[in-house]
C-alpha cells in the first residue's frame, strides 16, 4: 500500500485546511487509517484515527473539537478536516494505515506510513 498525503500549507490563526490521504490499492476499504504528527524538536504524535468503516473515530485531546478524520472507501481516500488552527498545530502531518481494521492511536500499530504534508500556522 501506497500512501499520498497532500492538503497542507500555510495559514493564518483561526484558519482550516483540509488534509488527504488517498491509498494505492482497493483494500484501503478494509484497513485502519490514522493521522500523526510531528513538530520541528519534538516525537511524532498521535492526532486521530477511524476505523475500516468510519464506525470509530478517536483524537488525541489537543485536537477534540477541532480536528475531524472521515474517509470515503469508494475513493480510497481519508481526510483530515482542521479548524481553529494554532501555532502549536504546526506540523508535518503523516497518514498510516493498518493492515487490521480497527484503527489506533499507536503508531506501532500501523503498517504504511505516507511521505507527510506540512502545516504551518502563523500567529
Known amino acids: 500500500v501506497q500512501l499520498q498525503a497532500c492538503g497542507g500549507g500555510l495559514v493564518q490563526t483561526g484558519g482550516s485546511l483540509r488534509l488527504s490521504c488517498t491509498a494505492s490499492?482497493?483494500?484501503?476499504?478494509?484497513?485502519?487509517m490514522g493521522w500523526f504528527r510531528q513538530a520541528p524538536g519534538k516525537e511524532r504524535e498521535f492526532v486521530a484515527t477511524?476505523?475500516?468503516?468510519?464506525?470509530?473515530?478517536s483524537y488525541a485531546d489537543s485536537v477534540k473539537g477541532r480536528f475531524t478524520i472521515s474517509r470515503d472507501n469508494a475513493k480510497n481516500t481519508v481526510y483530515l478536516q482542521v479548524n481553529s488552527l494554532k501555532p502549536e498545530d504546526t506540523a508535518v502531518y503523516y497518514c498510516?494505515?493498518?493492515?487490521?481494521?480497527?484503527?489506533?492511536?499507536?503508531?506501532?500499530?500501523?503498517?504504511?506510513w505516507g511521505q507527510g504534508t506540512l502545516v504551518t500556522v502563523s500567529s
Open positions: 498510516a494505515a493498518q493492515r487490521s481494521s480497527g484503527g489506533s492511536s499507536r503508531a506501532e500499530d500501523y503498517n504504511y
Open positions: 490499492r482497493r483494500t484501503f476499504t478494509n484497513n485502519g
Open positions: 477511524i476505523s475500516w468503516n468510519g464506525g470509530r473515530t
